[in-house]
């Protein structure tokens, strides 16, 4: 199968509604959370895209239905009882091919970690079909992985590195969570 092909597949089994549980550990603290999650996921409309690419500078894009993306909304309650809602919108822009990898952009309107539009890297190994974010917050760097293990299953992996000065590599963990997410309505 054509690689564009299985990134498109991969995202359309990303569609629908899903149920994780999760488990944080906070290496700066000494601490481990658990939480579920509740989240759905709907393809992004045309015009959602374009203000995506708007809300982040980005170059207008001529084939707006090449591109993946999505409307997120979760809500995640903590073992603790801590509830944290949200939505945003995100895109996925190729920008490079080499073998069976795919490279670009990943665009957001809003950011986890901070409340403001947000351009992060992303690659997608159509091998093993995980989806490879990397984020440049203030504070910390996010590594997120997503691998679909088949259509109602995703594993997940969240590396949150304290931030290193320029140039330097990413070596001090802040967090580190994994999940198992499943498909719970197509």
């Known amino acids: 199968m054509e690689l564009r092909s299985v990134f498109h597949t991969f995202f359309d089994h990303c569609v629908g509604s899903w149920s994780t549980e999760r488990t944080y550990h906070y290496l700066t603290h000494n601490e481990v959370e658990r939480s579920h999650t509740d989240f759905q996921v709907s393809p992004l409309t045309p015009d959602l895209k374009a203000k995506v690419l708007t809300d982040n500078g980005y170059d207008a894009v001529s084939d707006l239905a090449s ?16 509830k ?15 073998g069976y990898t795919l490279e670009g952009d990943y665009l957001r309107d809003r950011a986890y970690e ?40 995703r ?8 931030r290193p000065p320029a140039g330097q590599p990413l070596e001090k963990l802040g967090l580190v969570g994994f999940g198992v997410e499943q498909k719970v309505a197509g």
């Open 67 to 82: 591109l993946p993306g999505f409307h997120l909304a979760f809500n995640t309650v903590s073992e603790k009882g801590e």
């Open 84 to 98: 944290v809602s949200q939505s945003l919108n995100l895109l996925f822009v190729v920008n490079s091919e080499t």
């Open 114 to 153: 901070e409340a403001r539009p947000i351009i992060s890297h992303f690659r997608f190994d159509g091998h093993t079909k995980e989806l490879l974010m990397t984020t440049n917050y203030t504070r910390v760097v996010s590594v997120d992985s997503i691998t679909l293990i088949n259509p109602e299953t």
């Open 155 to 162: 594993i997940r992996r969240i590396l949150n590195y304290l």
